[in-house]
Nanobody, 115 residues
């Protein structure tokens, strides 16, 4: 079973940037499709971006052109570079494999964007 630990969140003003990290342990994620999810208060968790083992990338429409997902297989880590942040990006951000493994959800990292 893979353990996932997210980090890098914080409080930022609108228009600012943050880089989130998702460190995996327990086994390699080299062959996995990895995704970043977020959950805002009162809303369901949504997929923000995913990156396949082959490099194929998907972004949800609301973050296209602003967020960039990447991975470093040598470090067993996935990243989410977020730029031009908006207040509506405020949420707890999580990473997981796709399809998501219920036992692999971490604590997430809080991102708060002030207007």
């Amino acid at each position: 079973q893979v353990q996932l630990v997210e980090s890098g969140g914080g409080l930022v003003q609108a228009g600012g940037s943050l880089r989130l990290s998702c460190a995996a342990s327990g086994r390699t994620i080299r062959g996995s499709t990895m995704g970043w999810f977020r959950q805002a208060p009162g809303k369901e968790r949504e997929l923000v971006a995913r990156m396949g083992w082959n490099g194929v990338i998907y972004y949800t429409e609301s973050v296209k052109g602003r967020f960039t997902i990447s991975r470093d297989n040598a470090k067993n880590t996935v990243y989410l570079q977020m730029s031009s942040l908006k207040p509506e990006d405020t949420a707890v951000y999580y990473c997981n494999e796709l399809p998501p493994r219920p036992d692999s959800w971490g604590q997430g990292t809080q991102v708060t964007v002030s207007s």
